[in-house]
């Protein structure tokens, strides 16, 4: 297999084509799930990593056939249940670079529990979350992303359920790096897969992407090339948070309300123009940013939160070490009839 194993400095260099495998992609014409794929395959080869060492998990879902088209290893797993496998599997052989494709109808209902604390205990996973805001697999019922009122054929007279916030929730569970990317943004998206890549522990990408049969044109504002430097607010750390077609406008912190607003730069008030800290232990902030939706906002897109934590399987692994250190390696045989039994 050609690759970089072993760090072989005379090994072929992967190409995308390395990563296409021999199965025909059937994913409906214009989905945004061809972008995500295409970009995926353009910075695997970027990485350094080798093939045998990536490994991709995916539950139920259009999304989830995303192991198939990628000449990787790969598990088609169980619905909401490819977050946990995936721990599994990390805890197991954390020399492998573990990745989670996942949409928002399997992820945030019947998953919700297992992001939840693959997020939490900081497992090194490289979850990529795909939001059309729709079931598409099961062809077209709301979803736990769904705006309120969008008609469907579980909601025919309008959802009256509030949409989840994705990214809230990621940063709720304190995951140690955050993002959002636009299936159509594909130089941004590439960069955003490349971000979290190279992150050392839990990492969330969500990526908007078009359902063109269910739910077309969703993101239609934020992707229009005519309106979409009014919706589209880009994060860069660092840098404060300007967007418009002219960076004429300006996402501010009122602090005495603890609440952000937007203004134009040319018209100053009481409030803080904020600069952007990707880096800032207190989640707060990004919070506050996850929160920014139309129509009062743009659209965040880039990176929210990316801090250094030890991971869930170091910590494991430290702990397992030390056991080993105090009481000696032991047997199955000891640990079965060590501690509380009954004998029947």
């Known amino acids: 297999m050609s690759g970089l194993a072993n760090g072989n400095a005379n090994a072929v260099k992967l190409t995308k084509k390395d990563f296409e495998s021999d199965q025909a992609v ?138 989840f916030r994705a990214l809230s929730l990621a940063l709720g569970a304190e995951a140690t790096f955050v993002a959002r990317a636009v299936d159509t943004e594909t130089q941004h998206l590439q960069e955003m897969i490349t971000r979290m890549a190279q992150h050392k522990g839990s990492a969330l990408l969500e990526i908007y992407q078009n359902c063109p049969v269910f739910n077309d044109g969703a993101f239609e504002e934020m992707k229009d090339r005519k309106t979409k430097s009014d919706h589209l607010l880009e994060l860069e750390h660092g840098k404060p948070l300007v967007f418009g077609k002219d960076g004429d406008r300006v996402v501010k912190l009122d602090s005495q309300r603890l609440r952000l607003y937007t203004a134009k730069r040319s018209e100053p008030d009481s409030g803080v123009e904020v600069v952007h800290d990707e880096a800032n232990a207190d989640p707060g902030l990004a919070l506050l940013l996850a929160r920014c939706t139309p129509p009062e906002f743009p659209t965040p897109i880039g990176v929210l939160r990316a801090v250094s934590e030890p991971t869930y399987e170091e910590q494991t692994e430290a702990q397992n070490q030390a056991q080993i250190a105090a009481r000696g390696q032991g047997t199955l045989s000891e640990l079965l009839y060590s501690g509380d039994r009954w004998d029947v």
């Not at 490994?55 to 990787?72: A, L």
């Not at 797993?77 to 399997?106: F, M, N, Q, Y």
């Open 26 to 163: 059937r994913w409906c014409p214009g989905c945004g799930d061809y972008a995500i794929l295409a970009q995926m395959q353009k910075v695997m080869p970027e990485l350094g990593i080798p093939k045998e060492k990536i490994v991709f998990i995916s539950g139920i879902g259009c999304s989830s056939r995303f192991p198939y088209y990628m000449d990787t290893y790969g598990f088609h797993t169980i619905h909401g249940r490819a977050p946990a496998i995936a721990t599994g599997l990390k805890l197991a052989r954390p020399e492998l670079s573990v990745w989670v494709v996942t949409g928002d109808g399997d992820a945030l209902s019947i998953g919700g529990n297992h992001l939840i604390h693959a997020l939490r205990r900081n497992v090194d996973l490289k979850i990529l979350l795909f939001n059309n805001k729709v079931y598409g697999l099961t062809k077209g019922q709301y979803s736990p992303t769904s705006e309120i009122g969008m008609k469907t054929k579980s909601s025919p007279s309008g959802s009256v359920a509030r949409p």
